[in-house]
């Protein structure tokens, strides 16, 4: 079994910045890809950005030039640096981890979530 857990939530101000923490952790064979989506109240569940194989990143346009995500492949680890944060970035931030727990075998885990507010 993997357990993804996520840790750096919290409350900020527009322009202030937060770091996001997520570790995987358990048996794997392979940690294919890490990252995070965000969820706002009504909207749908959406990508903020990812880290895939060792080193190919991928971002929403929305955060481009503000986040960066990181990877710790050592520790399964993976980090989000959000900056100049506004309050549309306000959201239930998810962490992933695509990971082959066995042979031919690939499975999504999710964390429980973790709450970014950004107040105006």
């Known amino acids: 079994q993997v357990q993804v857990v996520e840790s750096g939530g919290g409350l900020v101000q527009a322009g202030g910045s937060l770091r996001l923490c997520c570790e995987a952790?358990?048996?794997?064979?392979?940690?294919?890809?890490m990252g995070w989506y965000r969820q706002a109240p009504g909207k749908q569940r959406e990508l903020v950005a990812e880290?895939?194989?060792?080193?190919?990143?991928n971002y929403a346009e929305s955060v481009k030039g503000r986040f960066t995500i990181s990877r710790d492949n050592a520790k399964n680890t993976v980090y989000l640096q959000m900056n100049s944060l506004k309050p549309e970035d306000t959201a239930v931030y998810y962490c992933?981890?695509?990971?082959?727990?066995?042979?031919?075998?690939?499975?999504?885990?999710w964390g429980q979530g973790t709450q970014v507010t950004v107040s105006s």
């Open positions: 992933y981890a695509e990971v082959d727990p066995v042979v031919r075998l690939t499975r999504v885990y």
């Open positions: 880290v895939v194989g060792g080193d190919t990143t």
């Open positions: 952790s358990g048996t794997m064979l392979r940690l294919n890809a």
